[in-house]
């Protein structure tokens, strides 16, 4: 009896090692939405969070080296990414792309030279990975219309449950280093 107690003891210690992010299928905008969107200086995106709105977002960062990061609260393991440019303004849109993935300040995934449609009726870029878990997507455009300007209108995803592993307490730890002891007292 006290093995059994011993052994569901490390088990369940064991499992508080693994913390569970829950991931809803969604629509990513910014926060303060307005008539105009939002525009951003080069690499910033601090007002992207998790949404659910269909307000039509615009945003105009380009310069040379500059991205559009979406970040979320967080962690997504994705079967698909669906992009969408200024379906309104034939000249803003993005022909050639990057698209990394990041977990916090780690590259999870990295593509290169992604095509997007640019016919008005086709702005919709549908992408499909598995990619995860990240909490940011960042977008490079490497070729567009206009050499001054591109627009994205907004991201949509679907996305399962993301189970991440971090790092164990150390009290966990310490606890997991005394099993040895514990077991060679007991079967001693």
Do not use: W
Request: glycine residues 4%.
């Amino acid at each position: 009896m006290p093995k059994l107690k011993l052994l569901l003891t490390t088990f369940f210690s064991c499992l508080l090692v693994i913390p569970f992010y829950t991931a809803q299928a969604g629509l990513i905008t910014p926060d303060s939405a307005t008539a105009s969107g939002m525009t951003f200086a080069i690499g910033s995106a601090n007002g992207f969070i998790d949404g659910n709105t269909s307000s039509q977002v615009y945003v105009n960062p380009y310069k040379t080296g500059a991205y559009i990061e979406f970040s979320f609260s967080n962690y997504y393991l994705s079967d698909s990414i669906r992009l969408y440019n200024d379906y309104s303004v034939n000249d803003d849109s993005i022909i050639k792309f990057n698209l990394a993935f990041y977990n916090d300040s780690s590259l999870v995934a990295l593509e290169k030279d992604l095509l997007s449609p640019t016919a008005v009726a086709t702005h919709d870029i549908a992408y499909s990975t598995t990619a995860g878990p990240f909490n940011r997507v960042r977008l490079f455009p490497t070729e567009t219309q206009l050499p001054n300007r591109f627009q994205v209108r907004e991201i949509q995803f679907s996305a399962t449950e993301a189970i991440a592993i971090s790092e164990p307490p150390l009290s966990l730890l310490m606890f997991m280093g005394l099993i040895p002891f514990m077991q060679r007292r007991l079967f001693s």
